[in-house]
């Protein structure tokens, strides 16, 4: 019962400010043995790096224990079919496959039925963005404001269905599918080149832009990752680079291209170096007229210039044709090839190395990951050429991966995503819509961050009380209360289905000799395996991956 978990009363006995890390461990023990009246104190060194002393990835087998830490850090979450794989053939050979998935893994086939039905499946981007364009332009020929009301809402309603498909494809791929780094890895890249779904048409566009320009290069090179997006509608149009052309410039693209994509804010660049890049990006735009429309009508030096590959377009006669100068070298005016040297220049600088690699690390490391591991990453990612797969390599190598282990916060999207594979791995979810609600709950819905920033990755912006409170009513329906409603048909009710075994799981089996003393106490006096599931899903322990 969640009453026995009581989390209402937290909000009252602490700060709003973020909390440390000890802070944290207090706080969810109170949640997790308030029912029980325990105090809940960190095992010594919980929280402590592993030492100096700490070994690099190994071939032998790793205990159960051992096995679970590294697979909640590398994949959405440990569950029983991972560890098992792990322990029969090694950590190495895991890894190694991790980083070498096979294309298109399938997916369980009612999960892929899920997905094989929606529109973002069935209808090419470029059929959704343009039939919406269409009737977006045919809402103002309404003859009645409520036929023009009745219209638009019709409209925002398609708008909206595109996204909650994305959401929830993104879903049950997490949970589901075998190619667990690169889904890990592709949020990370959604993340680092954000869009924002609720603006403008991008809603028709995201889940494309996730499956075509992110995830097959979320293990390969990032100048191929930084191509894709440069020339996708969805990035184009959230940074406002379809309106930028000649003598009207616009330098949104062009300066978090540089700040937030490659060089990083203190990468060295200038106003001057931005106001050149968006140079180079003028004519880079959006096309919403029908595929088999001829191109418009140019000047016959320009026609020969013309590309435009799906919505994507190059018009030359919206660009500037003048020299340029970037990161103080020429670079001549000649059309799209400017782009690619441009990506070159940026994606090759050392600037851009340290900055994408820091970032991989607070992510698969900690927030302060040890300067000596930050070197040997930038330098790793400058001998690949920008090779992904090779920096998450020596990463997991590292001496500082493997004395992180078990001691990272999990955001809300790792935390859910860890819930729901530790209970649901072994069933498919018919209605992901919970899962993606409790995300909106935890303040970082799929898709939804306004800023190009994306969400940050630091420990600090998901430790507040009010985020704790969410987490415990969370792992409550996680856990059982809210089974019935994961498994609900489209217009039924909620089946009655029985919480999820996970006292009984391998899975488990691997995760309980990390558990606190107070925390084995408190599952112990559980009164229900529901109650017994929440409050493992809302410990300290699994809190951390």
Known sequence: MLSSVNPAGLGDTLPPAALGRRQWLATAAIG??????????APPGAFAAEGPDAQPLRDAPRSPAESARLLDRLTWGADTASIVALQRVGPAATVAALLRPAPHAPLPAQAQAQIDAMAITRTPMEALAIDLQARQQAIKAEPT????????????????GLQREAERRFVLRAVYSPAQLQEK?????MNHFNVFAGKADIRAMVADYEDRAIRPHALGRFRDLLGATVRHPAMLRYLDNAQNAANRINENYARELMELHTLGVDGGYSQRDVQEMARVLTGHGVSLRPLDEPPPKLRPEWAQQYVRRGLY????QRHDWQPKELLGRPLQGQGMAELDEA??????????ARFVTRKMAAYLV?????????????????QSDGHIGAVLQTLVASEAFQASLGTRLRDPVQYVMAGLRLGYADRVLANPD???SWLQRLAEPLYGRVTPDGYPLDSAAWTSSGQLAVRFEIARALGGAGTGALFRAEGAPPPKVQPPAIAQSAAFRAMEPQLAPATRVALARAGSPAEWNTFLLSSPEFMYA
């Open 434 to 436: 919970p899962a993606i």
């Open 32 to 41: 997790l043995c308030g029912a029980a009246g325990l105090t809940l104190v």
């Open 366 to 382: 900690g927030d302060a990951p040890p300067p000596a591991l930050l070197q040997a990453l930038a330098e790793r990612f400058q």
């Open 313 to 316: 377009e190059f018009n030359p």
């Open 145 to 160: 404001e409520d036929a023009r009301k009745a219209a638009q809402e019709a409209y925002q309603r398609q708008m909206r």
């Open 185 to 189: 890895m592709t949020w990370f890249w």
């Open 343 to 352: 990506l070159d220049r940026l994606a090759r600088a050392p600037a851009t």
